[in-house]
């Protein structure tokens, strides 16, 4: 992405040799012009016909034509539900708000239409191992992928902070888990190395086909919006991928006409791992990694290695970025909880973040807004738990629901059934 020089797609490479940029998939504009149109995208929905079922292989031109349908890995992901909730809107000070639930993809989280693009190119490669470090959704996904393709996964944790559900994954879909005593940080460039050593592919979101396969999130959102494009895409901030392959995808599509401008991007990170809120503020002239601490675990990444293209993406949807503290994320979660939606802490970003954001006039009540719930609330059932019984560190609960315990008598219930409870927001 910085200098330019173009490499082979069959070539095992994470970093530019020249320059040791980041890469990006080139795409044929020509053959996208001539190929692709709102009729194709649109024909292919509600078939079951593979790999087109997938909500990532639905754009297969635009992802990674040249791959042969029968070496595809696909689960098939995507084709997650927009929800349109008018009490969260309100809450967050806008009219019309959606959020696109990515924690309804096969293994519960975005990562899964990344890791169909990365396990799909390991296969290409003909490479039997594949490997991550991870705070855990990377893990889930690509043990899952790995098992599915008969590769074998291997993922790097952290020996604290993983939410069991995450870590439980994993190990159950067969991958070779290792904790190691380092952060999030440390554990990718580990990888890296003994990638390099051993001839194991990385499926990090240093690799370019991962973000090839998120970038689907931005298709899938304007064909379910009929074309239309929102105003704002609301989205959390970690390693950075999603925003990298969101402004990617974007651009892409307006490139070849199928939207006639760009969304504005919010990137939301935790202000105990916000690097690039940082830079944001400096006019992105400094940048400093940080070291990461929040309640929400996937998003608890000091260097995130996609920076720049995420700096990219503002720059082409003149986004911005906001901070959220873990009170907050904690509160927006319980919110989205209780409309029955749910999702994993991380994701709730997405709605303290997009709050903020009106309240301080940079995204307007009459702007319609596209918010990414980027994980399912099953990934982390003890911040689920310890919210609600007020065992968050620092944390107080605003919209705890408590767990009443009773006498087994028609009594005791009545004293606690006997009036209806309020609900909050
Ligand atoms: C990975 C992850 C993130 C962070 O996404 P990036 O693309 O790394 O910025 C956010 N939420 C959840 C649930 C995740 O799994
Ligand atoms: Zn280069």
Known sequence: MDCGEQYPVDKIIYACEKCGGLLDVQHDTDYLNKTVNKALFDQRLGTFEAPYNSGVWRYKEMIYPDVPNDIVVSRPEGNTNLYRNAKLAAWAGVETLYLKHEGENPTGSFKDRGMTGGVTQARVLGIERVACASTGNTSASLAAYAAWAGLEGIVFFQNKQIALGKLAQAIAYGATGIQVDADFDRNLELVREIADRLGIYVLNSINPFRLEGQKSIMIEVIQQLRWQVPDWIVVPGGNLGNSSAF???????????????????????????????????????????????????????????????????????????????????????????????????????????????????????????????????????????????????????????????????????????????????
């Open 247 to 425: 402004g990617k995808g974007l651009h892409e599509l307006y490139d070849i006409g199928l939207i006639d401008r760009l969304p504005r991007m919010a990137i939301i990170q935790a202000d105990g791992a916000n690097p690039l809120y940082r830079s944001y503020k400096s006019g992105f002239r400094e940048y400093e990694p940080v070291h990461a601490e929040t309640v929400a675990t996937a998003i608890k990444i000091g260097n995130p290695v996609n920076y720049k293209k995420a700096v990219r993406s503002l720059k082409w949807t003149d986004g911005v970025v906001e901070e959220v503290s873990d009170q907050e994320i904690m509160d927006a979660k319980a919110l989205i909880d209780r409309q029955g939606i749910g999702c994993e802490p991380a994701s709730a970003c997405t709605l303290a973040g997009l709050q903020k954001l009106v309240r301080s006039g940079i995204i307007k009540p009459r702007e319609t807004v596209v918010g990414i719930l980027t994980g399912h609330v099953l990934k982390d059932a003890d911040a689920v738990i310890d919210y609600h019984s007020n065992q968050l560190e620092g944390i107080h609960p605003q919209y705890a629901n408590k767990l009443h315990q009773s006498e087994a008598t028609i009594e005791a219930l009545s004293a606690i059934l006997g009036v209806p409870e309020a609900t909050p927001a």
